[in-house]
């Protein structure tokens, strides 16, 4: 039977509590550990160790991917996703806004006396829509927004003959 | 998908490969900025900027190492950069309960009460710098002496000893 010492019975600890080496064809140790106070003790010491690490906070995963997207990804959004703020500002200055009344995500944001409700289009998941935010837009997009304009404008003309 | 094939894609901006990898790694990530700050809102602060370093220069990773060392390796440095750029180093505190409530007890084996979990840990946080990271990442991380080297950024055979020595000192301090 093969003998084993307490140095290679040691290195092996961490490997062996892990999971990283297979507990089969480990006789040897399991003797080794069976008979040797010392090595029981430390390999004690390695279980409690592995048992008691820690893991990542919940939501610092999120956070991580958020932050490690690249940034032309994380800015550009639909055209109809549009800030809140964005839409108050051009709402004011289209003449949307007309009487008092208070209106969801507008009401929070202390728009409350400037919308009322069935002024402006609510979508689904509560976000203010309708009116583009240009900066947000992709040149590709811009161009898209512009011909639909464009096309509104002369509606009536049949395009460009 | 292996670690190999997921760079491939991240590279290209794949924001699924991107996600897939962060949170393959960083557990791993932020028990050793966690080793190193001992404090877990600046550890969370450093994994961040630890992943936003790895992937802005992803492009850099050549394979030689395994990716979880690598980014372990950067998350060392960044830890170590918060300690340069702020001179100072705010002591442990011990909030074991908070510590130990993301344990994972493997059922086979004799349960560790989170009592013996919490006292190890605290201990472990008594170690020099380099034994404690050397047990974290041997021990928590699997990590073989030659890697541990890497990251500590010594030798396999320094980073062996100062394993074994955290070791006994663990011992001693746990008696």
Known sequence: MTQIRCAEVRQMMPDRVTGRVPADGSRDFEDHVARCADCAEELDLVRILFSGRVTAPAGLADRVVV????????????????????VAALAVGIGVASEPGPLGVAAGLGLASEFEEGELWLSDDGLLAGVPEFEALSDEALVELLEDLTSEIGGGSGGAA | MSDAELVRNARTGDAAAQDELVRRHIDAAYRVALSLTRDPDVAADVVQDAFVKAFGSLDGFRGDASLRT???????????????????????????????????????ERAVTESEAARARAELEKLPEKQRLSVTLRIEEGMSFREIGSVVGSSEGAARVNYFHGIRRLRELME
């Open chain 1, 67 to 86: 932050a490690v997207r690249p940034r032309s990804s994380r800015a550009t959004r639909p055209w109809w996703g549009l800030s809140a703020a964005a």
């Open chain 2, 70 to 108: 690598w980014i372990v390796a950067i998350t060392a440095n960044e830890a170590r950069g918060f300690f340069r750029r702020s001179q100072r180093r705010k002591e442990a505190s011990l909030d074991a309960a908070t510590e130990v409530a993301s344990v994972q007890p493997d059922p086979a």
